[in-house]
């Protein structure tokens, strides 16, 4: 398990430095995989997932 916790820590990290580079109209996740829209749509969902995990991970 302690695997999964750092990876879904990661993704959550990188998710959060994705959206505040947003806010400076910089799309980190779109600029490196824009070409593949699946690809894309499927780190978002592993990213909001990892967050999701986090979270409940923390109050359990």
């Known amino acids: 398990m302690k695997f999964v916790n750092i990876l879904t820590f990661v993704l959550t ?3 959060a430095i ?3 580079l947003y806010a400076f109209d910089y799309n980190l996740v ?3 995989f824009g070409a593949w829209p699946y ?3 499927a780190i978002y969902i ?3 997932v990892s967050g ?3 979270l409940i ?3 359990s």
């Open 39 to 41: 690809v894309e749509k």
């Open 52 to 54: 999701l995990y986090q």
């Open 46 to 48: 592993l990213v909001g």
């Open 30 to 32: 779109h600029m490196l």
């Open 18 to 20: 994705n959206w505040g």
């Open 13 to 15: 990290v990188l998710g």
């Open 57 to 59: 991970d923390r109050f």
